[in-house]
Nanobody
Framework: QVHLVESGGDLVQPGESLRVSCTIS????????IGWFRQAPGKEREGVGC????????VYPDSTKGRFTISADRAKMIVYLQMGSLRPEDTAVYYC???????????????????WGQGTPVTVSS
C-alpha cells in the first residue's frame, strides 16, 4: 500500500523561501514518479513540478521554473519541494502524488497519478 505524507507547510512572508517534504512508503523499488500540485481556494488544482525518482530528473511548468526545485532522497524515500521568492499567489495547499514510472514524470496532469497525500498548507503573506 503506497502512502504519502506531506509536511513543512507554513506561513511565510513574500520573498522568503520554504521547503516542503513528501515522505513515501510502500514502493519496493525507485521506479516511481512524484508530482507536486497545489490548490488555492476557489481555484483548480495546478501542477508545480515533478520528478522521476529513478533518474532524479525534475520537470517544471513555466509558472514555477526557476523558483521551485524538486529533489529526491532515494534512501530516505523523501521528495522535497524547495520554493523560493515566494509570492502571495503561491498560497495554496500543496500535495504530492505518486505513480509507478521509469524515467518519466508528469508535471501538469493530476489524473496521471494514482496515490495522493493529504496536503500541507502554505501561506505567503506579510
Amino acid at each position: 500500500q503506497v502512502h504519502l505524507v506531506e509536511s513543512g507547510g507554513d506561513l511565510v512572508q513574500p520573498g522568503e523561501s520554504l521547503r516542503v517534504s513528501c515522505t513515501i512508503s510502500g514502493y519496493n523499488s525507485h521506479y516511481y514518479a512524484i508530482g507536486w500540485f497545489r490548490q488555492a481556494p476557489g481555484k483548480e488544482r495546478e501542477g508545480v513540478g515533478c520528478i522521476s525518482v529513478d533518474d532524479g530528473i525534475a520537470v517544471y511548468p513555466d509558472s514555477t521554473k526557476g523558483r521551485f526545485t524538486i529533489s529526491a532522497d532515494r534512501a530516505k524515500m523523501i521528495v522535497y519541494l524547495q520554493m523560493g521568492s515566494l509570492r502571495p499567489e503561491d498560497t495554496a495547499v500543496y500535495y504530492c502524488a505518486a505513480t509507478q514510472s521509469v524515467g518519466y514524470c508528469e508535471s501538469k496532469v493530476s489524473s496521471w497519478y494514482d496515490h495522493w497525500g493529504q496536503g500541507t498548507p502554505v501561506t505567503v503573506s506579510s
